[in-house]
C-alpha cells in the first residue's frame, strides 16, 4: 500500500506556522499581517484547504499562496470504527511510513489522542508502539494536521460544532523528544485563530524527561500526564527504562516545580495494571508514598492493560484492580478507572502502532523473539 503526502517540494506547508510563524511569512511574501490571520481562519475554522475558496483574499494573494504554499494534512490511508464509537485512523507518512490517530467519544466531551514520532526513541516494555523501534520525529504540520483530519471527517467546528474537546499526546512517540515541534502544534490547538481549546483540554503524556518537563513548564501552559506505571525504582526501570536516567525522585521534584511555575495546571499520573507485575497491594503502598510526596498532586489514573500481539504482559483480574483502586482511594488519593476503549480495533491505551521504517534493531529483534516463542504469539 502507497502513503502519499502531498508535499510539493518548492512549496511551503502553511501548517508548520503558529500565529506568529505565519504572520512573519506572509511579512516576507510582502503581505500584511491581518492577511495571515484571515487565512488562518479558514484553514482551522472552516477546514479549506483550497486557496480558490477563501472568499473574503484577494485574488492576487490567492494566486501567490497557490504558487509557493500548500494546506498539506497527511493523506488517510484507512480507517476504522469500534464497536464503542472510538474512531483510528491510519496517516501515511514519508518512506513507507505511517502513524496512527484515535478519536474516543463520550457523552460529554470528545477526545482525540495524537501521535508526536513515527515509532518511538523510548522502549517501555508493556508499549505495542515500542516494538516497531523508532523512524523519525513528526513536523508541526505532521502533529496538527492530525487533528485537522479528525476535524474535518468528524465535522468538527471550532466555537461552534466542537466534536473535538480535548487532545491528549498521547498516541505513538515521546512527545518531549520533538519538544519544538509539539509546542507548536499545541499552540495552534488552543489558539482562538485554531481549534481554540483552553489549556487544561490539551494534554501532553511524557515518561518522564525530567529538563524538558522543566521546560515545558516555562514555554506552554498545558495539563501534564506523567507515565509512571511503577513507584519503586528497580521495576519502574524495568517497565520503563528512562527510569534508570531520571529516577522516581528526580521525577517528583520536576513534577513539584511544574506545579510550583503553573498552579492553575494539572498532573495526572498514569498507571497501568498489569498482572502480578505492579498490582499488588505493596505496589499500592509504594505509589501512595509517591503520591504524598506531591500534595498537590492528587490524581492517578489506573488504566487496565491492553494487551497485544506478542507481548508476555496480561491485564489484571476486576478483583485486583479494584483492590488496588479501594486502597488508593482510602489513602485519600483521588483514583480514576480510565475505561477502555476500541480495544477491538487496536485503539486502546498502549496499543498504537503504525508502520515504522525502524531506525533502531527493536522491531527485528522483537520479531525474531517472536519467532522463537520468547514471547506470547497470540
Keep these: ?23 512573519d511569512f506572509f511579512a516576507e511574501l510582502g503581505e500584511k499581517p491581518y492577511r495571515a490571520e484571515q487565512v488562518m481562519k479558514w484553514i482551522y475554522h472552516r477546514l479549506e484547504s483550497d486557496f480558490e475558496n477563501m472568499t473574503d483574499v484577494g485574488k492576487a494573494l490567492r494566486e501567490k499562496l497557490s504558487a509557493s504554499c500548500y494546506v498539506g494534512p497527511p493523506k488517510t490511508a484507512f480507517e476504522k470504527t469500534a464497536i464503542d464509537g472510538t474512531q483510528k485512523w491510519l496517516l501515511g507518512m514519508d518512506g513507507g511510513n505511517a502513524i496512527e490517530t484515535v478519536y474516543i467519544p463520550e457523552p460529554t466531551r470528545g477526545t482525540l489522542c495524537v501521535s508526536s514520532q513515527v515509532g518511538c526513541a523510548l522502549n517501555c516494555q508493556f508499549c505495542s508502539t515500542a516494538t516497531q523501534g523508532f523512524s523519525r520525529n513528526l513536523s508541526t504540520a505532521e502533529i496538527i494536521g492530525q487533528v485537522w483530519v479528525a ?9 461552534q460544532q466542537r466534536r473535538i474537546t480535548n487532545v491528549v499526546m498521547m498516541g505513538m512517540g515521546e512527545p518531549l523528544l520533538n519538544f519544538d515541534n509539539v509546542v507548536k502544534a499545541m499552540s495552534l490547538m488552543r489558539d482562538d485563530l485554531g481549534f481554540g481549546l483552553a489549556g487544561k483540554r ?177
Design 151 to 159: 476535524a474535518k471527517h468528524l465535522g468538527n467546528v471550532p466555537h
Design 202 to 378: 490539551v494534554t501532553l503524556s511524557t515518561a518522564g524527561l525530567v529538563p524538558m518537563i522543566d521546560k515545558l513548564s516555562v514555554e506552554s501552559d498545558v495539563s501534564l500526564a506523567v507515565s509512571l506505571h511503577a513507584a519503586n525504582d528497580e521495576l519502574r526501570t524495568e517497565l520503563v527504562p528512562l527510569n534508570k536516567r531520571y529516577p522516581l525522585a528526580e521525577l517528583a521534584a520536576a513534577c513539584e516545580r511544574y506545579i510550583n511555575r503553573a498552579p492553575r495546571t494539572s498532573i495526572t499520573f498514569e498507571y497501568t495494571l498489569m498482572k502480578g507485575i505492579n498490582d499488588k497491594p505493596e505496589h499500592a503502598r509504594q505509589l501512595i508514598k509517591f503520591m504524598r510526596r506531591l500534595p498537590g498532586v492528587n490524581k492517578v489514573n489506573l488504566i487496565p492493560f491492553n494487551p497485544f500481539p506478542g507481548t508476555r504482559f496480561e491485564r489484571s483480574g476486576p478483583d485486583e484492580i479494584r483492590s488496588f483502586q479501594t486502597q488508593l482511594l482510602n489513602a485519600g488519593v483521588l483514583t480514576m478507572l480510565r475505561r477502555t476503549r476500541g480495544d477491538d480495533i487496536d485503539a486502546a491505551c498502549g496499543q498504537l502502532k503504525g508502520q515504522v521504517v525502524d531506525r533502531t534493531r527493536r522491531q527485528a529483534e522483537f520479531r525474531k523473539k517472536l519467532e522463537e516463542g520468547v514471547v506470547n504469539a497470540a
Design 1 to 23: 500500500m502507497r502513503h502519499a503526502v502531498n508535499t510539493p517540494a518548492d512549496k511551503v506547508n502553511l501548517l508548520d506556522f503558529d500565529r506568529k510563524g505565519l504572520r
